[in-house]
């Protein structure tokens, strides 16, 4: 009997990540819900698995290196390996710019970017255990230096996301490193990294008033998630892909 892909999503209580896992979920595999609250990471789990989906809650707090040690262990107890990584726990804290301090920039990007990093060192092991592992880090559109350059966008307009719009273009940056780094090491070479951009979505990060549903957002994730072995590695997704290859941007 073959092997039920295993898969981990951090920040996976509500929103995004939690439609992450419902779409993996339906694809047959078995995935890790991730999150900081034990109650509320159950209580998506037992929704998710009313569904039919094959769903666990897993403590896991990315801002705590023993917290990610914890659940590392546990996966590689219960399952020996880790096919797909998620790196979707994220925050949004709106301050001006002008009042922006080191201690607000330091609080986001420890949950975005330095906890990202946890994440992937203590999963890496598991990681290179699987035949086909994916790493997926969401980034934000936010990020983009040409539209924040952009006076017209809303991006260019914003002024209270410094923290997480210079989070999330770390992130990016995070991602190609890694993925130049997997290149050069033969036991790592099989591991594609890729971020994605869900676009606006609708979500309690920005109070519903997104433009995208949750359900297109987790999409883009989900295909970087399942990437044949032709996909790309180090690539910045904003939309689904149909053909490998095709729609990155």
């Not at 709106?94 to 330095?114: C, G, I, K, S, W």
């Not at 790493?135 to 040409?146: E, F, K, L, W, Y």
Request: overall charge neutral; proline content about 5%; glycine content about 8%.
């Amino acid at each position: 009997m073959t092997k039920k892909p295993i898969a981990l999503i951090t920040g996976a209580n509500k929103g995004l990540g939690k439609e992450v896992a419902r779409q993996l979920g339906g694809l047959g595999m078995r995935v890790y819900l991730g999150s900081r609250d034990g109650e509320r990471g159950q209580a998506a789990a037992d929704d998710l698995a009313k569904e039919g989906a094959d769903v666990m809650a897993i403590a896991l707090d990315v801002t705590d290196a023993a917290s990610v040690t914890a659940a590392a262990r546990q996966i590689e107890d219960r399952e020996g390996l880790l096919d797909i990584l998620v790196n979707n726990a994220g925050v949004l804290h709106r301050v001006p710019a002008l009042e922006t301090d080191a201690a607000n920039m330091l609080a986001t990007y420890d949950v975005n970017v330095f906890g990202t990093v946890r994440t992937i060192r203590a999963f890496l092991p598991l990681l290179q255990r699987s035949p086909h592992p994916r790493i997926v880090n969401i980034t934000s559109t936010s990020a983009s230096m040409t539209l924040t350059s952009d006076p017209a966008t809303p991006f260019g307009q914003s002024d209270t996301i410094l923290a997480y719009a210079s989070s999330k273009a770390a992130v990016t940056m995070v991602s190609l490193q890694y993925a130049n780094a997997f290149r050069r090491h033969p036991s790592q070479a099989h591991i594609k990294i890729n971020a994605a951009t869900p676009g606006h979505i609708a979500t309690d990060l920005n109070g519903h008033a997104g433009t995208r549903t949750v359900e297109q957002g987790a999409k883009i994730v989900v295909d970087l998630a399942t990437l044949p072995e032709s996909g790309p590695s180090g690539a910045i997704s904003t939309r689904t892909v149909h053909c490998p290859g095709e729609n990155y941007s």
